[in-house]
């Protein structure tokens, strides 16, 4: 790369920076591969500020910044807070209500005499119909009256929408009617973001279909916005690469690609986070991981056997059902923000509301006043007041001790540092159960993996989980607080593509003829998303099932398995492994053929673990499992790679806090890694 002011050659730097609902994490890395990084509070009102001026404090000429990868949870928070844009849908005659009447679960609510069912991002007010039909076999039973489709349009103009879905029945089979309609939209009203199931979900099952495209377009126009005022802001500061977005699937996509996927960036967060882990765990020769990442509203799980993350074809989010391939990973609302309160019962319960980034925990001194886990961490001893953020941000015990005594006023009984240790017991119980909702209940042994904590929280919790479960070894990766950002830097590009086309499992199934139709559909969504011919692997998924069954599993081949017996036995094996058993009597139908394009990233990366013996350790009280206790206190970089403390001991550093329990050890890896160890 050449520097426009000076024309000389200059290292290219790369820049990874995630958002989330407290903190904005940034991490980059020099041609050498040596990593920094940097952290500060979120602006939601403005979210890209904190981006930029996170950008602006590395000092880097960002013309000699060769690639910026972003993640944000800026869509999810869209959603879930219902704060998208005014979207309207427009569907079939007939079908208006299909989004609104759903599958009719009860999700988690069967004996609950009060059960409300989760309300879609648009009322029915919002939903118009178009006269048009399409057979489940793509035959056009009915041509669709463009004209007083227009007639509809101009009726969701009068009501000011930003977005319009489009998903008429049975698309996925043949897209002709909404490609016209979305087209006439397109040139007639070209302010309106348009969201077409048969471009974001072109899958059957009406109800997911239109709920994906329903979502896309609720929160499109927010991301769009979003991302073209960063993309600017970077550009105008002299960046002239691709900026790029992190995907729930753990790949990027380019960032004008983003408005129009908004809904394939829901878990974009936590998927960068999973990708992180790996890498870690793969440096330190550790092959099972499950992975635990506490941030400041939420705490994510996923599993990852031979440090392949599995994946799922369908995120549920808010109770809905959104067509996009993810990370497979549980998520609960126990983070530092969750809020602690007794409920009607006369329980203790923390979660799932959280104070967030403003006014976040009453320990921050910004007028919340609410109990949180931060607040508990803190009452505990297990979070220092003057360690926090690396000093930059001096927590108040004295606010923390009026929140977490509020609750005697709800009747929880206790000293203040019992009630603070009560909260963080049920929180470690919290995520114990997320854990095991990825392993266990899956036929998972968690014992015979190792657990890789990180986020602001997740070291601190992580061991307290682990031996909840019956886990051994723990695995703090560096600069934990930071992983998701690091995540950024190493991620692949990554394109999902899906073709709906229902039937029997047969030779014919991927034979050339069909290997060179997904092939040519393989190169148009290259082409689509600025990727090269020839610099992409494409790999080949089905979503199979027997043909007495109403939901499918994903397999994958990279076109070179491909007779039927081989397929099937693919199927079966994930079969198996999901469910436990298999049929061999009964056929096997294929629903949908998936292609995954992808580009490696760049992993040749050095993190610096600069040792700094100038701190003793020394001994302070703590509360810890109901018990008071004193614990060794030191820097996480006092201790030399080969070097290991005993428990009970907190380590701090800027971007986390780690707790070792009375029984565990804490040795510092060649790496500089922390690995946990119950000695028990």
Not at 139 to 160: H, N, P, R, S, Y
Not at 406 to 434: C, V
Not at 563 to 590: D, I, K, P
């Amino acid at each position: 790369m050449i520097s426009p002011q000076t024309g000389s050659p200059v290292a290219p730097y790369r820049i990874g920076v995630e958002v989330g609902g407290t903190f904005t994490d940034l991490v980059w890395v020099d041609s050498s591969g040596l990593v920094q990084t940097g952290k500060t509070p979120s602006t939601p009102h403005s979210i890209q500020d904190a981006v930029l001026s996170l950008i602006a404090e590395t000092g880097l000429p960002l013309e000699d910044v060769a690639q910026i990868t972003h993640g944000s949870t800026v869509a999810t928070n869209a959603l879930i807070t219902r704060k998208g844009a005014q979207a309207g849908l427009l569907t079939t005659r007939g079908f208006r209500d299909t989004v609104i009447l759903g599958r009719c679960e009860r999700n988690g609510g069967v004996y609950d005499m009060q059960y409300r069912g989760t309300v879609p991002p648009i009322r029915r007010h919002m939903i118009r119909e178009v006269g048009e039909r399409i057979a489940a076999d793509g035959t056009i039973l009915k041509a669709i009256d463009l004209e007083a489709a227009w007639a509809e349009v101009e009726a969701f103009q009068a009501q000011g929408v930003d977005g319009i879905a489009i998903c008429l029945l049975n698309a996925y089979a043949n897209p002709a009617h909404e490609k016209a309609l979305a087209d006439m939209i397109r040139e007639r009203a070209p302010d309106i973001a348009i969201s077409a199931s048969h471009e974001v979900s072109p899958e059957f099952r009406e109800y997911e279909r239109s709920v994906t495209t329903v979502v896309n377009a609720f929160v499109g126009p927010i991301v769009e916005r979003y991302i073209d005022q960063l993309d600017q802001g970077v550009r105008d500061r002299g960046y002239q690469g691709v900026l790029r977005i992190m995907q729930s699937n753990g790949g990027v996509m380019p960032a004008g690609s983003a408005g129009a996927n908004a809904v394939r960036m829901l878990l974009s967060g936590p998927a960068a986070g999973v990708c992180a882990a790996t890498w870690f765990a793969a440096r330190n020769g550790i092959q099972n991981i499950l992975t635990l990442d506490m941030g400041g509203t939420s705490t994510d799980v996923a599993i990852a056997p031979g440090l392949s993350p599995g994946m799922v074809s369908e995120l549920v989010v808010d109770d809905l059902p959104l067509r996009t391939i993810s990370v497979d990973m549980a998520t609960i609302g126990a983070g530092g923000g969750s809020i602690a309160q007794v409920d009607q019962g006369g329980f203790l319960a923390v979660g799932p509301e959280s104070a967030g980034s403003s006014p976040g925990p009453a320990c921050y001194g910004r007028g919340g006043a609410r109990p949180t886990v931060t607040d508990a961490q803190l009452v505990t001893g297990l979070l220092r007041p003057a360690d926090f953020f690396g000093g930059k941000m001096v927590l108040d015990l004295d606010c923390a001790t009026r929140a977490i005594d509020s609750l005697s006023e709800a009747g929880l009984g206790g000293t203040t540092a019992e009630k603070a240790d009560a909260i963080l017991r049920l929180t470690n119980s919290n995520m114990a159960g997320a854990v095991r909702m990825v392993s266990t209940t899956r036929g998972i042994d968690p014992r015979d993996y190792t657990l890789v904590a990180y986020g602001g929280g997740g070291p601190l919790h992580a061991a307290m989980v682990a031996e909840e479960i019956g886990m051994r070894d723990v695995l703090i990766p560096w600069s934990p607080g930071l992983a998701s950002a690091f995540g950024l830097l190493i991620a692949e590009t990554k394109i999902d593509h899906v073709v709906s086309r229902l039937h029997a499992l047969s030779e014919r199934t991927l034979d050339a003829d069909t290997l060179a139709e997904l092939s040519r559909e393989a190169e148009a969504v290259a082409a689509a998303n600025g990727l090269k011919l020839g610099s992409y692997r494409v790999e080949y998924g089905l979503d199979m099932r027997y043909a007495s069954q109403a939901f499918e599993l994903t397999i994958w081949s990279d076109g070179k398995t491909t007779s039927a017996a081989a397929l099937r036995e693919l199927f079966e094996r994930a079969h198996q492994l999901r469910y436990g058993y298999v049929r061999t009597s009964l056929a096997c139908e294929v629903v949908s053929y998936r292609l995954r394009l992808s580009q490696k990233g760049n992993t040749d990366i050095v993190t610096r673990t600069d040792t700094d013996r100038s701190t003793m350790p020394r001994e302070v009280e703590i509360m810890l499992g109901g018990q008071p206790r004193m614990a060794v206190l030191a820097a996480r970089n006092w201790l030399e790679p080969g070097q290991s403390l005993q428990g009970p001991a907190i380590l701090t550093e800027p971007t986390s806090t780690t707790i070792v329990p009375e029984g565990w050890q804490a040795e510092c890896l060649p790496t500089g890694d922390l690995l946990l160890r119950d000695k028990r």
